[in-house]
């Protein structure tokens, strides 16, 4: 077997099986045998599934076979964050409370992608109910970047963004709620998106900020990541808060530059005490390019972006106390095996399949909503998303694409924040702002600084991902990183 | 800001969380530094500022009252940890 994932492309993967050059079993075959080299010193997966992807790899080749017109992501190997449901697969959201817990539907955006004939090799590990920066709140164990096995890949969806970098599944699908797509994506050297909230369904995906959440690719290009969007959008009557919207090509207008494009660069945010000078250097950078290729850049403002992080940090454990309360040994999940009555089984089921960072934001979330705190946490909190989407507003008056670092640092050690829960969470401050707005970001590579990635969050108005794309493809081209970790250089066996 | 251990016991109660003494001795100091970080938002005035609970406008999402397909009887129990004649089986209530 020669065939490398690593360097395929999704429509390469497909235009080579539909030309008969590979076929869809080989693809697997190559995702699995890159599987067998790499996982064991990377630990992006949870569970992998041979057998739903030989079967969805015998359908493709089928159709080879029978002359049909195969579909966008035919025989394409992917992988999906834990946290979104698959029949045939255990949704754990890397918990012991979900240890066992066997999918019972589909997840709307995962059906989506299986429907376009992705072949799913596995579910990937993530921070436990995605409550985290690095995945290292895992129940399971922690994943490593393929840049560096010491690091972190970023959280919490770390296993899909290190599966994709490493090259293990050429795309992966995701979940960010206050950037953990988007800050994975920028540890890793992978292209991550969220998009405008709404866009994707997130039926099937278990809730952890129902107003923030939202699924997004991890690709190794820019037309992955637009491909998948193609197939992930779209109105499920199963969410009501899809929206409806015109179908769009997104990508259609990947070619068409930059020039004109009004780009602002967040000089506040940019100029943040925690961010590593040699980051914010590597963002200057790429205003540079964006003006060389024609780009007209300026400089943004977004002042009440500042309390975005004490904000989400009531909204997101708020949200997430209430939806975790569904957790209670009685209809799934872990459950005490002596219970004296209900409210014991409750108390220390709980107790006992919940981790420190679940326990820790149930308790933040329930005190904020608490009798005589909620007008000072919660109700404050609202209203400051109201300030934060305001300043958004006046921004994207002036300019078309809004840049700022996606995370302040490249990855970190692993246990270095991990016995500091606010250091872990300043991780986060360039992306949270996004998801309390509801607008999309992507982030895409700009560079590596001692030799690990930087990523670069490029921000646009609601439903502005064509935008986003289109600047994101252009920018793409003309650096022309190569973000193939040396873990997935060497032939070796790691 | 400081939350009192007695707090983060009725918390826990409010949680349905069963913690050991040393697991309260280590929330109360580890919430009580992450309120610190974000206490400053209650100090803030936001007088005449709306709250936001939702990002992106929309209305109530209605459908036709028709009869569909759910969740089966059998898939709804299958991640049961106990169950009983098509029930969850559940301890008494109550002490």
């Known amino acids: ?494 | 800001m400081a939350i009192s251990e007695e707090q983060v016991r009725h918390v826990a109660m409010l949680a349905r969380l069963k913690l050991t003494d040393a697991h309260v001795t280590t929330l109360q100091h580890e919430l009580s530094d992450i309120l610190t970080q974000i206490e400053l938002i209650s100090s803030l005035d936001l007088e005449g500022v709306e709250p936001t609970s939702h990002a992106v406008a929309i209305t109530n999402v209605a459908r036709e009252d028709e009869i569909r397909p759910g969740l089966s009887q059998h898939d709804a129990l299958r991640n049961a940890p106990e169950q009983q004649d098509g029930a969850f089986l559940i301890p008494k209530f109550g002490g």
Not at chain 1, 67 to 83: M, R, T, W
Not at chain 1, 218 to 226: G, H, I, L
């Open chain 1, 1 to 494: 077997m020669t065939l490398d994932l690593s360097s395929l492309t999704a429509p390469q993967v497909r235009d080579a099986i539909a030309a008969k050059e590979i076929t869809a079993a080989e693809a697997v075959a190559a995702a699995y045998a890159r599987i067998e080299r790499v996982e064991g010193g990377v630990h992006a997966f949870n569970q992998l599934t041979p057998e739903l992807a030989n079967a969805a790899a015998a359908r493709i080749d089928a159709m080879v076979a029978a002359g049909e017109e195969l579909p966008p992501l035919a025989g394409v190997p992917v992988a999906f964050k834990d946290n979104m449901n698959l029949i045939g697969t255990r949704t754990t959201c890397s918990s012991k409370i979900l240890a066992n817990y066997e999918s019972v539907y589909d997840c709307t955006a995962v059906r989506r992608m299986l429907d376009a004939g992705a072949v799913p090799v596995g579910k990937c590990n993530m921070d436990e109910f995605a409550f985290g920066s690095s995945t290292e709140n895992s129940a399971f164990g922690v994943t490593h970047n393929p840049w560096d096995l010491d690091r972190v890949p970023g959280g919490s969806s770390g296993g899909s963004a290190a599966a994709v970098s490493a090259g293990m599944a050429v795309l992966t699908l995701g979940s960010d709620t206050g950037g953990s797509i988007r800050q994975p994506g920028a540890l890793t050297g992978t292209v991550a998106m969220k998009p405008t909230y709404g866009r994707v369904s997130r039926y099937g995906i278990v809730a952890f900020a129902s107003s923030l959440d939202q699924i997004g690719p991890f690709s190794k290009t820019v037309e992955e990541c637009a491909m998948a969007l193609n197939v992930i959008c779209g109105k499920d009557p199963m969410d009501a808060t899809s929206v409806e919207r015109p179908a769009e090509d997104f990508t259609a207008t990947l070619g068409e530059g930059v020039r004109g494009l009004r780009v602002g660069v967040v000089t506040d945010l940019l100029e943040l005490e925690g961010c590593d000078p040699a980051v914010r250097a590597q963002v200057l950078k790429a205003a540079d390019t964006f003006a060389s290729l024609g780009a007209e850049v300026g400089e943004a403002q977004l002042p009440a972006t500042q309390y975005g992080l004490p904000a989400y940090y009531i909204i997101g454990p708020a949200e997430a106390s209430s939806n975790l309360a569904r957790f209670d040994g009685i209809r799934y999940g872990y459950r005490v095996p002596d219970a004296e009555d209900v409210m014991d089984l409750y108390m220390r089921s709980r107790a006992e399949g919940f981790g420190p960072e679940s326990i820790r934001r149930i308790m933040l979330g329930t005190y904020a909503l608490s009798a005589g705190y909620y007008d000072a946490y919660y109700g404050q909190a609202q209203k400051v998303r109201t300030l934060i989407i305001r300043d958004f507003a006046r921004a994207f008056a002036d300019y078309d694409v809004l840049l700022t670092p996606t995370s302040p640092t490249t990855a970190f050690k692993i246990g270095e924040k991990a016995t500091d829960p606010v250091a872990m969470y300043l991780s986060d401050v360039y992306t949270i702002p996004v998801n309390l707005a509801g607008i999309p970001a992507v982030s895409i590579p700009c560079g590596l600084v001692d030799g690990l990635p930087v990523g670069l969050q490029l921000m646009g108005a609601h439903f502005a991902e064509s935008t986003l794309l289109r600047a994101a493809a252009a920018f793409e081209a003309e650096s022309a990183f190569d973000m193939t970790p040396p873990i997935a250089r060497t032939t070796a066996a790691v």
